[in-house]
């Protein structure tokens, strides 16, 4: 062990003696430091700004006047996805999905205002999170202080020496990683800042531990890729040309791959196409504001000898707002159904996409770097899906007001005068029935259980080229 830490010493006070290493290493840890601290104030001010909105949509429905409840469930209501805290490491999908929903009857509306506030702000360099500095650029900076750490020895003849000592290749090369581990957990050291400020905003010890769990794997799969290629090659060029090729096959062309080719593997119907199919169907449903409709005679009838009564007008309850709830109910499923297979598509494709991570650390760290953040897929999923629950309960809450409380009588004739146009305007008490939405990340445990796959691939790489150094370096020769 004491050769170990000698041989790791004396690495790092090389690097320390480096001006190019020392100069290197103070420019990454400025823009780590600057990008984790920009991060973290955006994602702030955003969190702040959607919870104010949230709380304003939900006042701004509460306090509408009376209405006829048809009307209240067409001048909707909206939702906001508010970022978890560490979105202020890996903001995730949150840019590309949109964050906020516009709830109304009859339809379930996309999700909208996706953040281009910050690229006008920011120039373009908007996408410059500390999660794209670690996965991107500190790659670069060990492979620019380590591409050597073999080498040297080599050119300074002291590697023969060294084996005459009686230093095995293990020893040396656990010296060796030593020391490039040393400089990777300094690397850290911004990334556990922010997520120590994480956990101070609600985040779970769990999750905030797993990401720098996830990203000081990630590191040290590069640190084994380095040491790999400075013990099998003798020249500093090639070793930094066959480390630079990686970083970009990886980093650029790899990720790419995954994405094209995950969008060939598995083909998703265009939105088009989708809406078409879907408005057929809902047609066979049949239109809920035309309780005339053929669809719905059938409804009628039943009524009719449920309540032993010969005429809509007799019945105790609204007929018209009878057809509303049903309508709705009928168009949810089919909406719904439509729903799912689109986000089982989207499921089958990024799954397909992160498989990639078995040919490139990165695509591993990226998706398991959303995961653990909260800001994956499957949170936007989990948001479409809770803000449809808040949807489908407001409008159906608003349509029961319409069967129970207002007459079919007042219903139909509300446009021919004033008088009958007031009797249908409900009391604003009845809006109430909207439930507040607060969207939280999913429990920390959840997370980490959707990271198993892209933590796995890693440690396979970190197993593989740690196994790979311990040979090449055994067979080193001066």
């Given at each position: 062990m004491s050769?170990v830490?000698?041989i790791a010493?004396?690495?790092?006070r090389?690097?320390l003696?480096s001006?190019?290493?020392?100069f290197?290493?103070l420019?990454?840890?400025?823009?780590l430091?600057?990008?984790?601290?920009a991060?973290?104030?955006?994602?702030s001010?955003?969190?702040?700004e959607?919870?104010e909105q949230?709380a304003?949509?939900?006042?701004t429905f509460l306090?509408q006047?009376?209405r006829?409840p048809?009307?209240?469930v067409?001048?909707g209501?909206y939702?906001?996805?508010?970022?978890?805290?560490?979105?202020?490491?890996?903001?995730?999908?949150?840019?590309?999905?949109?964050?906020?929903i516009?709830l109304?009857?009859?339809?379930q509306n996309?999700?909208m205002?996706a953040d281009?506030?910050?690229?006008?702000e920011?120039?373009g360099?908007?996408?410059?999170?500390a999660a794209?500095?670690?996965?991107?650029?500190?790659?670069?900076?060990?492979?620019a202080i380590g591409?050597g750490?073999?080498?040297?020895e080599?050119?300074?003849?002291?590697?023969?020496p060294?084996?005459?000592?009686?230093?095995?290749?293990n020893?040396?090369?656990a010296g060796?990683?030593?020391?490039?581990?040393?400089?990777t957990?300094?690397?850290?050291l911004?990334l556990?800042?922010?997520s120590?400020a994480?956990?101070?905003r609600?985040?779970a010890?769990?999750?905030?531990?797993?990401?720098?769990?996830?990203?000081?794997?990630?590191?040290?799969?590069?640190?084994?890729?380095?040491?790999?290629?400075s013990?099998m090659?003798?020249s500093?060029?090639l070793?930094?040309g066959?480390?630079a090729?990686?970083?970009l096959a990886s980093?650029l062309?790899?990720p790419?791959?995954?994405?094209?080719s995950?969008v060939?593997?598995?083909p998703?119907?265009?939105k088009?196409e989708?809406d078409?199919?879907m408005q057929?169907?809902?047609?066979e449903?049949g239109?809920?504001?035309?309780?005339?409709a053929?669809?719905f005679?059938?409804?009628r009838?039943?009524?009719?000898i449920?309540?032993?009564?010969?005429?809509v007008?007799?019945l105790?309850?609204?007929f018209r707002?009878?057809v509303?709830e049903v309508?709705?109910?009928?168009v949810?499923?089919?909406?719904n159904?439509?729903a799912e297979?689109?986000?089982?598509?989207?499921?089958?494709q990024?799954?397909?996409a992160?498989?990639?991570?078995?040919?490139?650390p990165v695509?591993?760290v990226?998706?398991?770097s959303r995961?653990l953040?909260g800001?994956?897929?499957?949170?936007?999923?989990?948001?479409l899906?809770?803000a449809?629950?808040v949807?489908f309960?407001?409008?159906?809450?608003l349509?029961?007001?319409?069967v129970?409380?207002?007459d079919y009588?007042d219903?139909i004739n509300?446009s021919?005068?004033?008088?009958a146009n007031?009797r249908?305007r409900?009391s604003a008490?009845n809006?109430n029935?909207l439930?507040?939405?607060?969207?939280?990340?999913?429990a920390?445990d959840?997370?980490l259980?959707?990271?198993?796959?892209?933590?796995?691939?890693?440690?396979?790489?970190?197993?593989?080229?740690?196994?790979?150094g311990i040979?090449?370096?055994?067979?080193?020769?001066?």
């Amino acid at each position: 062990m004491s050769k170990v830490l000698s041989i790791a010493r004396e690495e790092s006070r090389l690097w320390l003696r480096s001006r190019l290493a020392l100069f290197t290493l103070l420019i990454f840890t400025v823009l780590l430091a600057a990008v984790s601290i920009a991060t973290s104030l955006r994602m702030s001010e955003e969190h702040r700004e959607r919870s104010e909105q949230q709380a304003l949509a939900e006042e701004t429905f509460l306090s509408q006047p009376d209405r006829h409840p048809h009307r209240m469930v067409h001048y909707g209501h909206y939702v906001f996805r508010t970022p978890p805290p560490l979105a202020m490491i890996d903001p995730g999908v949150d840019s590309f999905t949109g964050q906020s929903i516009f709830l109304e009857a009859h339809r379930q509306n996309s999700a909208m205002f996706a953040d281009a506030r910050s690229g006008a702000e920011l120039g373009g360099f908007q996408g410059l999170t500390a999660a794209l500095v670690y996965q991107l650029f500190v790659p670069l900076l060990l492979i620019a202080i380590g591409h050597g750490v073999f080498i040297r020895e080599r050119e300074e003849n002291t590697l023969a020496p060294l084996l005459a000592q009686g230093v095995t290749g293990n020893e040396l090369y656990a010296g060796k990683w030593v020391a490039m581990a040393g400089v990777t957990l300094a690397l850290l050291l911004p990334l556990a800042m922010v997520s120590a400020a994480a956990v101070v905003r609600g985040e779970a010890l769990l999750a905030s531990f797993g990401v720098m769990g996830l990203y000081a794997l990630y590191l040290f799969v590069w640190c084994g890729v380095i040491l790999l290629v400075s013990a099998m090659v003798r020249s500093r060029a090639l070793s930094l040309g066959i480390l630079a090729l990686f970083w970009l096959a990886s980093a650029l062309i790899v990720p790419r791959m995954a994405v094209e080719s995950a969008v060939s593997a598995v083909p998703a119907p265009g939105k088009i196409e989708t809406d078409l199919r879907m408005q057929a169907e809902l047609r066979e449903v049949g239109d809920g504001h035309n309780a005339g409709a053929p669809q719905f005679q059938q409804l009628r009838a039943n009524l009719l000898i449920q309540y032993d009564v010969e005429r809509v007008e007799d019945l105790p309850v609204n007929f018209r707002g009878v057809v509303s709830e049903v309508a709705e109910a009928d168009v949810t499923e089919v909406m719904n159904r439509f729903a799912e297979e689109r986000m089982d598509l989207e499921v089958r494709q990024a799954r397909f996409a992160e498989s990639f991570g078995w040919l490139s650390p990165v695509v591993a760290v990226s998706a398991g770097s959303r995961a653990l953040s909260g800001t994956d897929l499957a949170t936007h999923h989990r948001f479409l899906r809770e803000a449809e629950d808040v949807r489908f309960d407001f409008v159906q809450g608003l349509n029961r007001v319409h069967v129970e409380q207002l007459d079919y009588t007042d219903d139909i004739n509300r446009s021919l005068n004033e008088e009958a146009n007031r009797r249908t305007r409900m009391s604003a008490e009845n809006w109430n029935v909207l439930d507040e939405f607060s969207f939280q990340p999913a429990a920390a445990d959840q997370r980490l259980a959707r990271a198993g796959a892209p933590l796995g691939m890693l440690s396979a790489w970190l197993l593989l080229l740690t196994a790979g150094g311990i040979r090449a370096a055994r067979r080193m020769q001066p």
